[in-house]
């Protein structure tokens, strides 16, 4: 097994691409999440159990489409919920 010898100007290389490649993943645009999530996405998202997210739902803070079995929410809606812009659905 042959020793390579790593020298001053190598891992002046090795840092200088090394820079540049975390550059280009800061710089790169942040991926788009889906459009609507299900329960324990949305859980996870917001730090919350089953329980509130029901009340949630009850009470009208967060919309949601019921399909078949599966409860999904969209992210705008709990975007806006995060950011305080949400206003609760009145419901009849």
Do not use: C, H
Not at 16 to 44: G, H, M
């Amino acid at each position: 097994m042959a020793a390579e010898i790593l020298t001053r100007e190598d891992l002046a290389i090795f840092k200088t691409e090394l820079f540049q490649e975390l550059r280009e993943l800061v710089n790169a645009p942040a991926i788009q999440p889906r459009k609507w999530l299900k329960s324990y996405e949305v859980r996870d998202l917001l730090g919350i159990s089953p329980g509130t997210l029901q009340n949630m739902r009850i009470k009208g803070t967060l919309s949601f489409t019921k399909i078949g079995g599966l409860i999904f929410y969209e992210y705008d809606d709990i975007l806006k919920l995060m950011e305080g812009t949400k206003k609760p659905i009145k419901r009849s």
